[in-house]
């Protein structure tokens, strides 16, 4: 427990001083800039199998699939031709780090790692937009 708490302490450190470098802005990162917001199917087959479908505003919100429902603050750390790597905090404790790689404009590959629900995640994700948000 202690070593978890530690562990906590220093990845929140180290997102305050990156998010001070790199916050989050209107522009969005560049290295996944081609991918837009809109309705997109996420699994973690490259097939699409079992594909659980959501609506965004920005594609870099993907990167917290794992705390999707969750209010977090998300920091750029690098962001190159195709690859973006966001770390994210929540405010329910969890916390994150993707590497976004793009593939086309219409297709994401996210790696995931991090904290839910006080244990240890990390998986690979495969994303394709599919359309545009339904009106409200």
Not at 61 to 75: F, G
């Amino acid at each position: 427990m202690g070593m978890k708490l530690f562990n906590r302490s220093i990845v929140r450190g180290l997102l305050a001083g990156a998010a001070g470098i790199m916050l989050l802005g209107a522009q969005g990162p560049t290295g996944i800039a081609p991918a837009l917001p809109g309705l997109w199917e996420v699994a973690r087959s490259a097939t699409g199998a079992d594909a659980a479908r959501i609506c965004v505003r920005e594609a870099v919100a993907l990167s917290q699939w794992e705390h999707r429902e969750a209010r977090c603050t998300r920091a750029i750390i690098a962001d190159g031709r195709d690859k973006t790597l966001v770390e994210y905090v929540c405010a329910n404790g969890g916390f994150g780090r993707s590497e976004m790689t793009l593939v086309t404009p219409r297709t994401l590959k996210i790696a995931t790692q991090g904290i839910s629900r006080d244990g240890p995640f990390a998986y690979t994700l495969h994303a394709r937009r599919v359309g545009n948000c339904a009106p409200r």
